[in-house]
Structures are given as C-alpha cells and as structure tokens.
C-alpha cells in the first residue's frame, strides 16, 4: 500500500510544482488537449489515454528530475567492469535514478523542466534517453506497479488542468527529502480555484 501511494502521491507534488512553475503556457496546453481527449460522451478506455501525449511527456519529465526513488541497492549477479571498475560477483552496488535522470551525457540541459524534450529527438539520442530514464527501475527488477504509476499520473495531471486553476503560493522550490521515497519538503503550496466556463467534463 506504501509503494503505491506514497510514491505517487509525492510524484504528484513534484509535477504540479514544476508544471505550474513552468509557467501558465504549459498549463494552458495540458488544458487545451484535456478537453480534446475527454470532454465530450462515452466511454473512457485505453485510447484516449495514448492521445494524451503532453499529459504523458509531462509526467515523463517531472519522473525523470524527480524519480519516487532517488537511489536503490543491486547486488552484482555476475562478475563485471564499468567505466574501468571491476564489481566482483555479490558486490552491492548503488544505483541512482536521480543521477541517470540528470545526466548531462543523455540530457541537454538536464536540471531544466522542459516536456517537449522528447519531441521529435534524434534515434541516438532517443536510444541513449530510453536507458537513462530509470525512475521504475529497469529490466527484472522494475517496479512491478510502473505502469499503473504512469497512467494514474497522466491521466490526475491532465484532469486537474480540465478542471482547476493553479498558481504557487511562492517560486522557493521545495528541498527534496525522504531516504526511501523523494518527496517535497512541507509540501507545494498552491492556491487553487474551480475553473470556470469549462466544457462538458466527462465523470
């Protein structure tokens, strides 16, 4: 139950102070193909959720500079060298998703906030993004819940757009804490209001 919920929750934190310190044009955007996607009659189902590509960038980039777990512990299977270092067998060895995920090698300007970062890149730069971003972790030891993660996460922000106008209460950016899961300190401030004139909003 912690895993589920703590992490998203404190991911969640994360990606509305980025996205609304990012400024209102991103919120704007989020909002414009919120009511694209899922205003309207009929059902929701996995369609919509793949039509949702800002909502989606979105939570990729606020997980890439803000992963749940900022580091994780791996024992070595096998013998084996990295950039020259020897790990023997049974060696543990810690790993960091907050590092790959700002990793000036994979990321051009890699502490910025920018969504549109995985717009149209370049295969080898894509191919090298696809192994530095690890916020579920990767191949056998990948959080069994990622998938359910990223989905709650794209559709909240981009029903939250639909919905509510946000503005932060301060531009301090929160210190991150947590040994096991990266959460904000005190919170993210926010004042938020109902929107108004907004479309038919589907249940």
């Known amino acids: 139950m912690g895993a589920g919920l703590d992490t998203t929750s404190a991911s969640l934190a994360w990606m509305l102070w980025c996205t609304v310190l990012a400024g209102p044009d991103l919120w704007m955007r989020l909002r414009a193909e919120a009511d694209d996607v899922l205003s309207g009659e009929g059902p929701f189902d996995e369609t919509h959720l793949a039509r949702l590509d800002l909502a989606d960038r979105t939570m990729r980039e606020t997980t890439r500079l803000h992963p ?16 020259g270092h020897r790990i023997p067998r049974g060696t543990l060895v810690m ?7 700002r990793d000036p090698d994979a990321w051009p300007d890699p502490t910025s ?5 995985f717009v149209d890149m370049a295969p080898e730069r894509k191919a090298l993004a696809d192994i530095a971003w690890v916020p579920f972790g990767r191949g056998v030891r990948n959080c069994v819940g990622f998938a359910l993660a990223q989905m709650e996460l794209t559709l909240i922000i981009a029903r939250l757009s ?9 531009p301090t950016k929160p ?29």
Do not use: K, Y
């Open 95 to 101: 790993w960091s998703a907050h590092l790959a995920g």
């Open 162 to 170: 639909q919905r509510l106008d946000i503005e932060a209460t301060t």
């Open 175 to 203: 210190l991150a804490v947590g040994m096991v899961v990266n959460r904000p300190d005190g919170g993210v401030p926010m004042r938020v209001n109902q929107r108004l004139h907004r479309p038919d909003v589907r249940r």
């Open 68 to 83: 749940a777990g900022s580091f994780s512990p791996r024992m070595a299977h096998v013998d084996v060298t990295i950039g």
């Open 113 to 117: 906030f920018d969504p549109d970062r």
